[in-house]
């Protein structure tokens, strides 16, 4: 029996996580035992503990309740948390998901502590190193005994890197494997649109489009003016981060319907219900390609560079005429099915990979 521990603390990891939790529960009992750490990087019960019931995601076993904070101060603290767990109880292996400060904090201290480190969703690469999250990608790759790569893409970056082949596995996406797995249900349960016009999904909360009032102010103003000309109503989910940024902006908005964060079967539906998707995240990226539906990515670029070679998504830097060109360039685009990703059994793969 391999005791494995589980990484998480931010949003998109509960998802991920999830995955690998049903499977483990499912197909692995008596091969695998699972312990999940929460660092307490998200937090409001929005961000974080929705996503544990609605998925059924094990309780925790250890939260750090780390917190927000400057990335030395966040990371420091999540560093002491995990290795203090690390060094009290044995585990065979730590498994860390994608690219943020939670994910560096478990792969540095596990892999100093000769743990071996499992990576989900290893292989990505923006190559714009001004990223804190690409920072975290290289550095958790270089910390892994084990890569996850989610496409061919990401093998060939880590290829072209160097990394011994035996260390890479081309797992798929195990975010497709959840859209698979939630979807029907999330149709069920639709409660879009929310009027009789053509619905937007949008989001934002990178760093570099909220803490510059400069970009977000033309990024709400683009998406109220996309929403006048192609007479659809916006849906902004607005996360904690651009909520703080926002003050006194869009206020007279009348196709930008600022909503609360979504619940991932939430995410699912509006997708369902959404002719485009514009957003700043890679997860949404995905799960619009996913969904079939087009995106425009609201950065200069993006790490998931199939999906905009494929035509699914356009890249749009934050500029008002630059987005709306990009909106209505997408908005009768044809989205091809998604082969990129694996086939819905990327969690089988990593946990057989682990196991063996
Ligand atoms: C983090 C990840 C990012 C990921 C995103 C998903 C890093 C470097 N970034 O960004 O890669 O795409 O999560 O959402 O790890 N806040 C709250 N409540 C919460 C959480 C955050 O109010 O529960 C606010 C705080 O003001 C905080 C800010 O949001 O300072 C930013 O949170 P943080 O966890 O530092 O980064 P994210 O922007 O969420």
Redesign the pocket.
């Known amino acids: 029996m391999k005791k494995i521990l589980t990484i998480v603390?931010?949003?998109?990891q509960f998802i991920k996580a999830a995955a690998i939790s049903h499977v483990v529960r499912d197909k692995y009992a008596g091969k695998i035992a699972e312990d999940i750490l929460h660092t307490g990087?998200?937090?409001?019960a929005?961000?974080?503990a929705r996503f544990f019931d609605e998925l059924d995601i094990p309780r925790p076993r250890y939260n750090l309740g780390v917190?927000?904070?400057s990335?030395g101060v966040?990371t420091a603290a999540m560093l002491e948390g995990v290795e203090a767990v690390l060094l009290a109880e044995r585990y065979d292996g730590v498994l860390v998901y994608?690219?943020?400060?939670?994910?560096l904090a478990g792969a540095l201290a596990a892999a100093k502590l000769h743990v071996p480190v499992y990576h989900v969703e290893a292989g990505l690469r923006s190559y714009n190193r001004a990223m804190?999250?690409e920072l975290?990608r290289l550095l958790t790759d270089h910390a892994s005994t084990l890569l996850f790569a989610p496409t061919a893409t990401a093998v060939h970056n880590l290829e072209k890197e160097g990394f011994e082949k035996e260390r890479v596995v081309a797992a798929g996406d195990v975010m497709l494997d959840n859209v698979m797995h939630y979807r029907p249900e999330a149709v069920r349960r639709k409660k879009w649109p929310l009027d009789g016009r053509p619905m937007i999904l949008a989001t934002v909360?990178?760093?570099f489009n909220?803490d510059d009032p400069k970009r977000l102010r033309a990024i709400v103003e683009a998406l109220e003016r996309v929403g006048e000309r192609l007479d659809a109503t916006v849906v902004f989910p607005v996360?904690?981060?651009t909520r703080?940024h926002m003050a006194g902006m869009g206020g007279d908005a009348t196709r930008l319907r600022c909503v609360e964060p979504l619940s991932y079967l939430e995410t699912l539906s509006a997708l369902d219900s959404c002719r485009l998707v514009m957003t700043d995240?890679?997860?949404l990226q995905k799960e619009a390609f996913f969904c079939g539906r087009p995106c425009v990515v609201l950065r200069p670029e993006t790490e998931w560079a199939e999906i905009v070679d494929c035509g699914a998504a356009r890249l749009a830097d934050a500029d008002v005429d630059a987005v709306v060109c990009a909106a209505e360039a997408m908005w009768d685009a044809a989205v091809p099915r998604p082969t990129q990703f694996g086939d819905g059994h990327a969690a089988e793969r990593i946990l057989d990979a682990i196991c063996c």
């Open positions: 603390g931010a949003r998109p990087q998200h937090y409001d929005a961000m974080s917190g927000s904070g990335h966040q994608g690219d943020t400060n939670s994910t804190p999250e975290n909360h990178r760093d909220t996360h904690p981060r703080g995240s890679g997860g």
